[in-house]
C-alpha cells in the first residue's frame, strides 16, 4: 500500500513547522531582551495535547463580539525564564507530535476513504458488470429460444406443407385412377359396343352369306330332283346333310316326313345327286354348313 502524503499535506507541515520554530525564537529573544526583573506569570500544564477536533462547517455570520481586554504577560523572573522557553519548548514539540499524528491519521483516514471508495467503486463496477453479463446471457437466452421456436414453427410449417402435398399427390392419383378406370370403362363399352356392332354385322353378313347359299343348295337339289306323276298339293320334307368342307355329302337323313314317300325319296336322290353342294368361302358362314338342315317343298 503506497503510503505517500500528499504534497498540499507535507506543504502545510513544512509551513506549520515553520512559524512554530518563528514564534520559539521571538520568545526567546523577546524575553532575554528584557532590562527589568520579569514579573512571575502563571501558566497552566498539559499532560497531553488534547486530539484534534474535525474542522467544523463555516457558521453562519455572527454579531462581532464586544473587544477583550488583552492580557499582558507578567515580568519573570530571569531564572525561570529559561524554564518557561524549555516548557514553551516542550509544549511546541508534543503540539507538533499531536499535530503530526493528527495529521498522520487525517491522512490513514483519507487513505481509508479512498481505499473504501475504491472498493466500493470495484463492487459497483462489478456489480454493473455482473448485471450485464446476466442481462447479456439472459439476451443470449432469449435468442436462442427465439431461434428454436422459429424453427419449430418451420418444422412445423414444413411438416404441414409436406401432409398437405402428400394429401394433394394422393387425391391426384385417386382423381387420375378413377378418370383411367372411367376411361377404360368407357373404352371397354365403347369396345364392346363396337364388337357387338361389328359382330352384329358380321352376323348379318354371314347370315346373308348362309341364306344366299342355302337358295343355291335348294336350287341345286330342285334341279336334280324327279318329282313323281299325278303329285298332288305340296308337300314338304326335313332332311339332314353332313356336308365335307369341299362340299362333298357324306350323309342325308330324312327328320321329317312330308307323308308322301315317293316324293321323300325323290327328293333325298335329288340331295345325293348335287353332290359337292356349293359352299361360301367365308370360314364362318362355311360352318353353318357342316351339318345342313334342309327343308325341300315340291312348288315354292
Known sequence: MNYALPREDVTAGLLAAAVHGFFVLLLVFGLSWQIHDPQPIMAELWQSMPEPSRPAPIPSPQPTPAPQPQFRPQPVPENKAADIALEKKKQQEERKKTEALALEERRKEKLLKQKLAKEEERKRKEELQ?????????????????????ERVKREQEKKHAELKRREDLQ?????????????????????????????????????????????????????????????????????????????????????????????????????????????????????????????????
Open 130 to 150: 455482473s448485471k450485464e453479463e446476466a442481462r447479456r446471457l439472459e439476451l443470449e437466452l432469449q435468442h436462442e429460444a427465439a431461434q428454436l421456436e422459429a
Open 172 to 300: 391426384r392419383e385417386e382423381e387420375e385412377l378413377q378418370q383411367r378406370m372411367l376411361d377404360e370403362s368407357l373404352a371397354r363399352e365403347a369396345s364392346q359396343i363396337k364388337a357387338k356392332a361389328a359382330a352384329d354385322q358380321r352376323a348379318s353378313e354371314v347370315s346373308k352369306i348362309v341364306a344366299q347359299y342355302k337358295d343355291m343348295i335348294s336350287a341345286k337339289v330342285r334341279g336334280n330332283t324327279r318329282l313323281p306323276d299325278n303329285l298332288a298339293g305340296n308337300p314338304e320334307a326335313e332332311f339332314e346333310v353332313s356336308v365335307l368342307p369341299t362340299g362333298e355329302i357324306t350323309k342325308v337323313k330324312l327328320t321329317k316326313g312330308s307323308g308322301n314317300a315317293g316324293y321323300d325319296q325323290a327328293v333325298q336322290r335329288g340331295i345325293e345327286k348335287s353332290t359337292p353342294l356349293p359352299l361360301p368361302t367365308d370360314k364362318s358362314a362355311a360352318a353353318e354348313f357342316r351339318n345342313l338342315l334342309l327343308k325341300h317343298k315340291a312348288r315354292e
